[in-house]
C-alpha cells in the first residue's frame, strides 16, 4: 500500500510559477513509476507527465511539454511538477499516482496507476 499526498497548488497569475510535490508513504517509491494528472472542473482525467522509477525518463502531455517539469527525488519519497508559463487553461486539481506498469507507453492511462493523491488545486488567473 502506498499513500500518496500532494501539496503546493495555490492562486498564481497568468504566466506565472508553481511546484508542485508528492510525498509518498513506504520504502518502495522507487520501485514505481510516477504520474501528474490533472482535472478541470466539469472535464475528464487527463494526463500531464509522468517520471520513471530513477527519472532518467519523462513523459508530457502536449500542453505540458516545454512548459512543465516532472522530476523526483528517490531518497525523498518525492516527486515534483515545476510549472512554469502557466496559463489560465492550467486551472485544475492535480492529481499524482504511482504505478508498477513497466510498459511506458501506457503511463498515459488512469487505469495503468494503481495508488493516488487526494490532489492539491490549481488555479491561475488571467
Known amino acids: 500500500q502506498v499513500q500518496l499526498v500532494e501539496s503546493g497548488g495555490g492562486v498564481v497569475q497568468d504566466g506565472g510559477s508553481l511546484r508542485l510535490s508528492c510525498v509518498a508513504s513506504g520504502r518502495t517509491f522507487s520501485t514505481y513509476a510516477m504520474g501528474w494528472f490533472r482535472q478541470a472542473q466539469g472535464q475528464e482525467r487527463e494526463f500531464v507527465a509522468s517520471?520513471?522509477?530513477?527519472?532518467?525518463?519523462?513523459y508530457y502531455s502536449v500542453s505540458a511539454k516545454g512548459r512543465f517539469t516532472v522530476s523526483r527525488d528517490n531518497a525523498k519519497n518525492t516527486v515534483y511538477l515545476q510549472m512554469n508559463s502557466l496559463k489560465p487553461e492550467d486551472t485544475a486539481v492535480y492529481y499524482c499516482?504511482?504505478?508498477?506498469?513497466?510498459?511506458?507507453?501506457?503511463?498515459?492511462?488512469?487505469?495503468?496507476?494503481?495508488?493516488w493523491g487526494q490532489g492539491t488545486r490549481v488555479t491561475v488567473s488571467s
Open positions: 499516482a504511482a504505478t508498477r506498469q513497466g510498459d511506458f507507453h501506457l503511463w498515459y492511462r488512469e487505469g495503468a496507476y494503481d495508488y
Open positions: 517520471i520513471g522509477r530513477s527519472g532518467t525518463n519523462t
